[in-house]
């Protein structure tokens, strides 16, 4: 597709169990990025990918936040455990830019995930 | 850690009425970005500011970067019902770890 693609939108998981995210970018494009958004918050970074390499996983929350990006195109954000806390939607941005010094992004809609 | 305050936190205004929102930080930026997000949707970019004191235009939309490096507003001209959104500033520190920085956003509803 022309965007950006998430799936799946929604996830409802109980308290313990793993889930996996998964992120399309946009073809070609070079960096990508994970953000965590809490309700009522703006954007908070995760994680960022130039190609398949993992330059920056300063934000990852916990070691339980996990992502890869294998080829270089599509991306999986894995939670272990999950927690209540880690309510939120996962948005997915690519960038044509290299660097994670770029704000000009591309989103998807996000992948909201509801643990009880 | 840094900082965006971002005002007014909502807004609720008639159709047809300009609008005003602005982002402040104790910090440096080297350039502004003005999303905004609808319910069940990703932010979209409306406005990049690169350079102090620059003012830029996408319809009805301007958006300025302050003087100072550490403010940026935006304005709707002319509201209609489809400006209804949230509106986030973001902002690029300088120095090496240049992130971007989120504010908590503007809520925007208009009444028709």
């Known amino acids: 597709g022309a965007g950006v693609s998430q799936s799946p939108r929604y996830k409802v998981a109980k308290r313990g169990q793993d889930v996996a995210l998964r992120c399309d970018p946009i073809s070609g494009h070079v960096s990508l990025f994970w953000y965590q958004q809490a309700l009522g918050q703006g954007p908070e970074f995760l994680t960022y990918?130039?190609?398949?390499?993992?330059?920056?996983k300063s934000g990852l929350p916990s070691d339980r936040f996990f992502a890869e990006r294998p080829e270089g195109s599509v991306s999986t954000l894995k939670i272990q455990r999950t927690q209540q806390e880690d309510s939120a939607v996962y948005l997915c941005?690519?960038?044509?830019?290299?660097?994670?010094?770029?704000?000009?992004?591309?989103f998807g809609e996000g992948s909201r995930l509801t643990v009880l | 850690g840094q900082q965006l305050n971002q005002s007014p936190q909502s807004m609720f205004i008639q159709e047809g009425e300009d609008v005003s929102m602005n982002c402040t930080s104790s910090?440096?930026?080297?350039?502004w970005l003005w999303y905004k997000q609808d319910p069940g949707e990703g932010p979209v970019l409306l406005i990049a500011?690169?350079?102090a004191g620059e003012l830029t235009s996408n319809g009805r939309l301007t958006a300025q970067f302050g003087i100072t490096r550490k403010d940026s507003f935006l304005n709707i001209s002319a509201s209609i019902p489809s400006d209804v959104g949230i509106y986030f500033c973001a902002g690029l520190l300088t120095g090496n770890n240049r992130k971007l920085i989120w504010g908590l956003g503007t809520s925007l509803a208009v009444n028709p």
């Open positions: 910090s440096i930026f080297n350039t």
């Open positions: 990918f130039q190609n398949e390499a993992q330059l920056d």
């Open positions: 500011l690169y350079k």
């Open positions: 941005a690519s960038s044509p830019r290299t660097g994670k010094d770029t704000g000009e992004l591309f």
